[in-house]
């Protein structure tokens, strides 16, 4: 096993710089989910880790070694990638084999890497099958069989799940994650999905147009969101954002004030959906336009009825609407405000 350092990495292509700095140190048998938006950089750091993708500054160690200008295949790393990148012409054994094989290792210990791969992904019995025969959730575990036989330092995921049905990708998720804490192989997980994040990581790293804006485990992230951007991209629904002001009395937004820190100047307040309370004496007065029933809770989409800014809460049970809009009073406790600098947009 080994770690993982990135050390101020850039990556340029031409006069676009996509990676700008960006340094991890990544713990022996650390599972790290790297999340973002389309666009931000992550599968392209991921890449440059495997090697598939220069550096065009900064330096990749792996273990004890720089690698930066090592070939991918003396990295001592697997890949798993969105497509599986099966051989359809070959079998279920003969695809997870098919590394060993190249490597030249002799064919009854590839037979035996491959039996003791297939029965830990519950492949045995598909063996003799070809990909075309597998549903996707099979072929993702013919993909990772391939890449546990190697017995790399570093499992390298670049958006795995992203083919799967929604009810696939949470099986997945569960064994890998699973598969990876029995195996304690150092992991870098590239995802767009937060929920993926937040429910595999040991820690995880939010991306924006280049920069790690945060690095931390999932709850540090979601309860201490470092700028506005990890704030609105981490959680579901999205935090409400406001323009607001703090004063001695607590922090104003429009006609409406909440109960916070005292202080001067303006500030960005963020409000999680789900920290916002039914209250008949609360201070936030909404107009509910639309409600979204989700079962264990419903989601209110309105506006603040004194300043117009749209709000979005998220309530426990059900809420029917029997008409146009309706009225709806709610509080949020002190421990639940977030405050941005409206400058920076760096948490305060």
């Known amino acids: 096993m080994a770690t993982v350092d990135l050390t101020d990495l850039h990556k340029r292509f031409g006069a676009t710089e996509v990676i700008k700095g ?25 890449r440059m880790v495997a090697g ?13 070694r720089r690698v930066n200008e090592l070939e991918p295949m003396d990295r001592d790393i697997s890949m ?21 094989k190249i490597a030249k290792m002799p064919k009854d210990r590839i037979a035996a890497k491959v039996e003791e791969a297939a029965s830990l992904l ?11 025969d597998l549903s996707g959730g099979q072929r993702q575990r013919v993909a990772m069989g391939r890449a546990i036989v190697r017995e790399p330092s570093v499992f390298l995921f670049d958006e795995p799940l992203s083919n799967l049905d929604a009810k696939l990708r ?45 690095i931390g485990t999932p709850l540090d992230v979601y309860e201490r969101p470092a700028t506005v951007f990890v704030a609105q ?16 009395e607590g922090i104003g937004f429009g006609e409406t004030s909440v109960p916070g820190p005292a202080g001067h100047g303006p500030v960005k307040l ?52 029997t008409g146009g809009a309706e009225d709806l009073r709610l509080s949020v406790r002190p421990q639940d ?11 305060l």
Not at 233 to 248: L, V
């Open 80 to 100: 798993v990638f969105q497509n599986y990148a099966l051989y359809p012409h070959m079998s279920v054994r003969q695809n997870i084999g098919y590394g060993l």
């Open 270 to 321: 963020g409000l999680r959906p789900e920290h916002l309370l039914r209250d008949e004496d609360g201070p936030l007065h909404m107009r509910v336009h639309l409600a979204e029933p989700l079962g264990a809770n419903t989601l209110l989409h309105g506006q603040l009825t004194d300043t117009d800014l749209p709000i979005t809460a998220s309530i426990p049970g059900v809420w029917r609407m």
């Open 170 to 214: 949470v099986q997945m998720r569960l064994e890998i994650k699973s598969l990876q804490a029995k195996l304690g192989i150092t992991s870098l997980y590239v995802t767009h999905d937060q929920v993926e994040a937040m429910t595999m990581a040991d820690r995880m790293v939010v991306m924006h147009a280049g920069i790690a804006e945060q």
């Open 337 to 347: 405000l977030h405050l941005f600098d409206p400058t920076t947009e760096r948490r």
């Open 233 to 248: 991209f981490i959680g579901s629904p999205s935090m409400n954002i406001f323009d607001a002001t703090r004063t001695a």
């Open 122 to 132: 519950q492949l045995t019995d598909y063996l003799d099958r070809r990909p075309r």
């Open 52 to 64: 598939l993708e220069t550096v065009s500054a900064g330096e990749v160690r792996i273990g004890d």
């Open 22 to 46: 960006v340094t991890l140190h990544v713990d022996d048998g650390e599972f790290v989910v790297i999340v973002g938006p389309s666009g931000c950089g992550k599968s392209t750091l991921l």
